[in-house]
């Protein structure tokens, strides 16, 4: 009798086993498939975070830069009356013509020795050798006298602004950094000053305002510019009898890599008297009762009390904040909010 055996069975006894059907294939490749953009999203994810804090990070470090600096040399601040008869100790705080603010003050050098050029001060006699100590000048310069001009100021717009500092010693004469009038830096006066005694401090700068605390007629930080019992924007003590302020409140606003999401475009014109504003995505900016509520449209800083998240405007606006001027702004231009860090020095003049 011939035994008859089915296929399936003769596999089996050859030793063969089934393969995996076409559904059963498919169906794999679907689990790899959704498991492999499982792990790219959780990467993604995952890097995404990290460079979003390197971001918060390097804008902090920067904040944190500038702000160590004019501790520095605020508390290295010379008042000494007698020395300066001629006007060449000095006290100045003003505003330029882009609402920033614009310090200048005379301060002692901290460290001669340890400075190459102010070791190398005093080997000229001569006045037309006056030389700044901020730059890598080999020219004779003459003795600094222990003190130096210090300024503060602003240049570029946008995005490229930067806060320059400037050092020049020693102090008064030709050429002294008092003679500038911080108003006409767009004109270039001070733009060429700045070019051959300063250096770039920090980078995307977006608003840099210092606020003085005057004991005869401040109340309070907070209280609108102008107003009574409001501090002081300006200050120059050769006006107030060599007197120099107390406290200084600085305001300082760095400008966030994209990632971050801290700005948006308009989605509308508005005119220089509008009450409210069009956003593409208004949830981008914090909510005012919580955060920083000022905003930057081209060159001008506006102050928002309330979002409206359904009809996406921003709204209660009070225009020309920061020492800026209300002006019209077309569909699409790009709104800025940065990060903003606030604190108040103490000005430890030597008297």
Partial sequence: MIERRTRPGLLRARGFSRGYTLVEMLVASFVFVLLG????????????????????????????????RITIDLTSTFADNRLGRDGSVRFLLARDTGGDSDLRFVARIGG???????????EASNPAAHRTLGLADRRPLLAGEGLEEIIYSMRGSGESRTMWRGVRSPIGGAGSLFALDPRTEKQ????????SVAMPLAEGVL??????????????????PGSAGAPVLVWDSARRAGVFPELLRLTLVLAADPLLGRSTRLAEDISGGANRLAVENVRLLPDPTAANPYILIDDEWIRYGRRNLESGHLEDLTRGRRGTMPKSHKSGSRIEQGYSFTSVLSVRASR
Avoid at 188 to 195: H, N, P, R, S
Avoid at 209 to 219: C, I, K, R, V, Y
């Fill in 37 to 68: 953009m499982l792990l790219v999203q959780t990467v993604k994810a995952a890097v995404d975070t990290w460079r979003m804090a390197e971001a918060r990070r390097d804008v902090y470090e920067r904040a944190q830069q500038v702000m160590d």
């Fill in 112 to 122: 001669e020795l340890r400075r190459p050029l102010t070791r190398e001060a005093g």
């Fill in 188 to 195: 270039g006066a001070l733009k060429d000053q700045l070019a």
């Fill in 207 to 224: 608003h840099f305002g210092f606020e003085a605390w005057d004991p005869a007629s401040t109340l309070a930080w907070d209280l609108p």
